[in-house]
């Protein structure tokens, strides 16, 4: 993996940081002089996504025209590799690309070479970038970790501190694969070369021209992905482990939905969100190493991904179909009042009855018990950006989408349901109990809360009481502390172990040095109902 000149150009570092020869753990030396080249460069390394029984997206980018490459065999040594002439990689995609390979087997180790190569006469060819992923099998325990909220409220990569070094304690416990929750770019909040952290401490960042300003370009919002690929934790992370990726908002800005208003925000020059968000879908489309949907809707995120008898992951979309954000006080449902939407809502029920997988993983992009609100200047919000309502009453606004989803699940006999979720920044384990709920049309089940991986610390977020959310454990800033930077360590990343004999799942609860701060196993209720039709 190299990187060119013109890449480096762009780059600025405090000068206190600023060095002739850059050195990457896992990449070797090299000199800014030598970076140009007549062959392509593969400057954000390769991406592994949406591992299923069979198949596995490899995603890469060239800096220029050029065409992907991919070999993969099932020994480190590449012998009987097989090689697929992969996509075009153009100006119209910003020079990425993405493979699936399909027909692989399970259980097996899969090594992976991905190289770009020119389309000039003369077949340049860049040097391949390696990787390495594991396809789960019948006879394996499944092990994933989750987080998301990457590189928000100023902190970015900074290399003094390790940069971006919760990835690495993720890599160290050897996950099958990884869960993007959302939020894995902040499109709408700048990243300066220094900021005063707690206590007066200077936290340092890689700043690019991209991330210096909210993003309203779509080369702005391109610049947010390439600007966390700078970071070698991360790179190193992604070549080793599968990731599921979904998004929530500020991938396109703060908040936002239908009723997001830009006219009184002066950073930005572009007012019309639903162009924002055109430009921010096609750069999340182009960098997130996720499986193209059909054309049926061709930038779909919500999907089903199977991993065998033991564990099923549904991947919701809470952002593209919701309605405004409003007081979420409405009594009855209306497009005012969607959040998954009815297409959406439809899909996940028939997909959750369909399943035979003893553990049902929901991965969401926002909680549902916390209050989140969309209007700080008010109290009570007079809009709010979640689920929650703050009125510890009976289901009403967006939360009746969720009281049918959940009285579905309950009727229908459809057992180990676990919510995995981000968003709030801070490490959670919710126990939803309907003995002490407004609406208590549900069974009871856990939603266990994960992040920042890299991004300012915040909460506890108050409870609201309609689905009756037990706060069993929280680990947040000290009280009347906000947007702690990493130095406080308060980072957080989840992970999940399913063992194969038992059937039991353990969710630990992990701090940006790998350290668990909660641990909780769950049983997997037997008698699972089948399906009469």
Known sequence: MNFSKRHFSHLVRPASMAAAIVTLPV???????????????????????????GRAIVWSRSDRPARMMVEYAYNPEFVNAITVRGPYAMEDSDFTARQDLVGLPVGEDVYVKVWFEDLTNAHGKSEPANGHFHTIGKHDDIRFVWGGDVGGQGWGINESFGGMKIYEAMRQVQPQFFIESGDSVYSDGPIQASVIAEDGMLWTNLVTPEVSKVAETLNEFRGRYKYNLLDVNLRRFNAEVPQIWQWDDHEVANNWSDSKDLTGDSRYTVKDVPLLVARASKAFHEYAPLRPHNAEESERIYRKISYGKLLDVFVLDMRSYRGPNTDNLQTEQSAETAFLGQQQLQWLKDELDHSDAVWKVISADMPIGLNISDDYAHNPPQRWEAVANGNDGPAAGRELEIADLLKYIKHERINNIVWLTADVHYAAAHYYDPSKAATQEFAPFWEFVSGPLNAGSFGPNSTDGTFGPQVVFSKTPPAGQANLSPYAGLQFFGEVNIDKSSNAMTVDLKDINGATVFSKTLSAERG???RHD
Request: without cysteine; aromatic residues 4%; negative net charge.
């Open 27 to 53: 990449l070797g030396s090299f000199s800014l002089e030598a970076m140009a080249s007549d062959v392509p460069q593969m400057e954000q390394g390769i991406q592994i996504g949406d591992l299923a029984p």
């Open 528 to 530: 699972r109902r089948r």
